[in-house]
């Protein structure tokens, strides 16, 4: 590099930004500095004398006015340019520092819907092509119908009774979950509570699967406390009610076929003991006898995400059998025998109100009613003590409303209600 005048050496060496920043205060002097050189161009020209002269002399001051403005555009242009420039390397450094952070957010995003689109087409699949007939883990297939099998699992927990020297008149067995501990105390303080009516002997157990080792063992507790649960190692899921019900069933078959009759119920049910064992007496059968709320013409559900959804590889049938509702039936003690017996035969469905209407086909046993007024009330009923002096069953009531419910009750059984 050759020598350099001082002046150009301060230049070169100043650095960008008083290069730019003279430059802009230049801009801002471009129109004064235009304006003054016009009106001193229009001092020094001389007067003309006449009429050409003074056209001659505004043509010349019109030229260099057109002259001077092209030049302060082009200036102008150039320097605004260098703003533009300036700005435009800000704008693309942040917008190079931002596009990474922005990739990075996008490719999450695309990973989490693909995520999400996966586990909903794997539960999609999973609720359209399998049945609780996959999740049953104590069933077998023949000729390619799923089965109950029977002498299977091992029962945990078990009851505290001799029904060879005592037997009872009624057994009720309540379909129960770990969960639902303050349910189960709520029916062992009132209508669960073992006693007699009429002369009759009547008591409750609690059906439960097996779901974590701590629930286990919590309910291992409570079985020693109270001696009323029935377990087996079976997982205590919705989809193996039917595997619950069929072990209420097979206890009944090896352990207390004395009794006279056996009922099956919900965790969220009112009974009303009294009427009920006062309704068998009245109906003096005890064989072949199957009562509850009658359900004579039922459909299968297909709709996979309904609750009673069953599929037609479960159940390829258009029409249910006859059967009655799974919040409460009662039936002579020698029909568990011979549900037990007969389970096997018939095909295995999630829905146990319907399995066992599926086996009572089998047996050949119809449905009866109780009474000529309706008693069993699968939707629930709203309470007063007349009324619940003369129900069976009442479906939707919490612990807390029974505890009231059956106080009622009992306060008004000596009690004439004005149907009466």
């Known amino acids: 590099m050759g020598n350099l005048h001082p002046d150009d050496q301060g230049e070169e060496m100043a650095p960008k930004w008083f290069k730019i920043q003279m430059d802009i205060s230049q801009v801002s002097h471009t129109d004064a500095d235009v304006s003054g050189s016009t009106q001193e161009l229009s001092r020094s020209q001389p007067q003309p004398a006449g009429k050409q002269d003074n056209e001659a002399a505004g043509l010349f001051r019109e030229i260099l006015w057109s002259w001077l403005k092209i030049n302060l555009h082009k200036r102008n242009g150039i320097k605004k340019d260098h703003r533009d420039d300036l700005n435009n390397a800000k704008r693309a450094h942040r917008s190079s520092n931002q596009k990474p952070i922005q990739m990075v957010y996008q490719k999450i995003k695309m990973i989490h819907a693909f995520i999400i689109i996966l586990v909903v087409s794997c539960l999609c699949l999973l609720i359209f092509k399998m049945s609780s007939t996959e999740i049953c883990i104590l069933c077998i297939r023949k000729e390619g119908t799923i089965l109950f099998k029977k002498h299977s699992g091992n029962f945990l927990q078990l009851p505290d009774i001799d029904c060879g020297k005592n037997p009872p008149f009624l057994i009720v067995m309540v379909t129960s979950s770990h969960n639902q501990v303050e349910a189960r105390m709520a029916i062992r303080e009132t209508w669960g509570r073992e006693r007699s009516v009429n002369g009759k002997r009547i008591i409750t157990y609690f059906l439960l699967g097996i779901t974590s080792p701590k629930d286990d063992y919590v309910v291992t507790q409570e079985s020693q406390k109270y001696r009323d649960i029935i377990q087996k190692d079976f997982l205590d899921v919705y989809f193996n009610l039917t595997l619950k019900t069929m072990m209420g069933i097979e206890w009944v078959h090896h352990f207390c076929p004395q009794s006279d009759f ?159």
């Open 262 to 420: 056996v009922m099956k119920t919900d965790s969220d049910m009112f009974v009303n003991v009294y009427y009920l064992t006062e309704l068998l007496l009245r109906k003096n059968r005890t064989t072949r006898f199957f009562t509850g709320f009658l359900k004579m013409n039922e459909f299968p559900i297909r709709r996979p995400f309904n609750k009673w959804y069953v599929s037609t590889y479960e159940y390829p049938w258009k029409k249910y059998p006859p059967f009655c509702s799974g919040t409460g039936y009662v039936f002579s003690s020698d029909i568990a025998s011979d549900v037990y017996n007969v389970s096997e035969k018939v095909p295995f469905i999630k829905l146990e109100d319907v399995f066992m209407g599926l086996c009572l086909a089998e047996l050949k046993i119809n449905l009866e009613e109780l009474h000529s007024e309706q008693t069993f009330f699968p939707d629930g009923l709203e309470f007063s003590t007349c009324r619940f002096k003369k129900i069976v069953t009442c479906h939707f009531v919490k612990p807390s409303e029974l505890l009231v419910y059956w106080k009622a009750l009992e306060r008004s059984l000596d009690e004439k209600c004005p149907a009466d």
